[in-house]
C-alpha cells in the first residue's frame, strides 16, 4: 500500500481479509525481522492498523521484527495473528518470534500458527526438519502460553520449496530471516512434505500423542476460527 491508507478500503473490496504488516523488510508501516534495527511501528503504520481493524481485516505479524510485532499488538484493538512461525527459544533465529512476543500476541487473545516450510521451525532436539521439530515448537508454545492461543500455519508449497527459497533468498531477505544457525538440509520437511500432508500427519501426531478431540480440534482450526469471529 505504500503510503496511501485508501488502498486498504481498495484491498477490502477485492475481497482481501488478511494483511501482513512487513514481510521481512521494512516498508512504510515498520520494521521487518531481516533488518538489523527495528524501529517499530511507524505513524503511518498505526493509522493503517486502526484503518484494518475498522474495516475488519486480520493482522498478521508473522515476518515483522520484534519491536514493530509488539507495537502492533498493543495499537490494535482486537488481536492479532503470528500466522506461520515458531518459538526462538526453541531455534534461535530471526525467522522465529521471541518469548515477549508470543506472550503479549495470546495475553491480547491472539494466536500463533507453527511454521513447517524447510529450514525454518528446527530445534536442537530434531535439527534434521521433520514433523518432530515442528512438534518441538507446538509444544513448547502450549506449554507457554496455552493450548488456546496455539494453531498450526504449515506455510508449505506443492513442488520443490527448497528451490523456490533459493531463488528467491535475495529479494526475500531468506538468508537474513534465517540466521546463520547450522543444520542439515532437506528437500522436504519428512512428514509435512506439502499442504496435503500436513495436517493429516498433525491430527495423527496429536492422536498418538494422546491429545483429547477437544484440545485437537482447537489447534487444527478451532482458535483459529474465534479470533477471526471477533476480527471480521
Known amino acids: 500500500i505504500e503510503n496511501e491508507l485508501d488502498r486498504i478500503d481498495i484491498l477490502y473490496g477485492f475481497g482481501v481479509r488478511q494483511m501482513g504488516i512487513a514481510y521481512s523488510q521494512a516498508n512504510m508501516l515498520g520494521s521487518g525481522l531481516s533488518e ?83 529450514h525454518t521451525t528446527l530445534s536442537g532436539d530434531h535439527p534434521h526438519h ?12 502450549v506449554e507457554l502460553v496455552g493450548i488456546d492461543h496455539v494453531a498450526f500455519g504449515p506455510d508449505t508449497n506443492f513442488g520443490d520449496h527448497v528451490g523456490l527459497h533459493d531463488s528467491f533468498t535475495q529479494h526475500l531477505a531468506i538468508g537474513k530471516a534465517h540466521g546463520v544457525v547450522d543444520h542439515p538440509r532437506v528437500p522436504y520437511v519428512s512428514g509435512m512434505e506439502n499442504p496435503a500432508e500436513c495436517f493429516s500427519n498433525i491430527v495423527g501426531w496429536l492422536v498418538t500423542h494422546g491429545y483429547s478431540d477437544e484440545e485437537i480440534a482447537k489447534v487444527i482450526g478451532g482458535n483459529i476460527i474465534r479470533v477471526l469471529q471477533e476480527v471480521w
Open 36 to 118: 538489523d534495527r527495528d524501529g517499530g511501528l511507524t505513524h503511518f503504520g498505526r493509522r493503517a492498523v486502526d484503518r484494518m481493524n475498522k474495516l475488519g481485516i486480520a493482522i498478521d505479524i508473522s515476518h515483522s521484527g520484534d519491536q514493530t510485532s509488539l507495537d502492533v499488538i498493543e495499537a490494535s484493538r482486537v488481536p492479532v495473528f503470528i500466522t506461520h512461525a515458531g518459538a526462538r527459544s526453541v531455534w534461535n533465529t530471526p525467522r522465529m518470534k521471541p518469548d515477549e512476543v508470543i506472550r503479549a500476541c495470546a495475553e491480547r487473545g491472539g494466536v500463533i500458527g507453527i511454521e513447517a516450510a524447510p
Open 130 to 141: 521433520s514433523i518432530e521439530s515442528v512438534m518441538d515448537h507446538f509444544t513448547y508454545c
